[in-house]
């Protein structure tokens, strides 16, 4: 006997959970791509990839609903189902 639907849900939980964390800090990770490739960044104040760092005000709450999202899911996809 297989459980393949709450495997399925515990994949897809576990999918929600990284993509979570990958949305809270891809503007982190962009500006420091970004001042790497273009080294005039890191001594100009207006520079644009430094200004990327600041959308983590918006990503990190979204990714914390996403991730709580994916917590929730997988805790309940774990749990044994009554017939």
């Known amino acids: 006997m297989t459980d393949k639907p709450a495997r399925s849900r515990k994949k897809a939980a576990v999918i929600l959970l990284c993509v979570a964390i990958i949305v809270a800090v891809a ?5 420091m791509i970004a001042v790497r490739i273009s080294p005039e960044c890191t001594v100009e104040p207006n520079c644009a990839a430094g200004a990327l760092a600041y959308f983590i005000v918006i990503t990190v709450p979204i990714g914390a609903v996403v991730f709580i999202t994916g917590l929730v899911m997988l805790l309940t996809a774990k749990r044994p189902k009554s017939k």
């Open 27 to 31: 503007p982190m990770i962009v500006a």
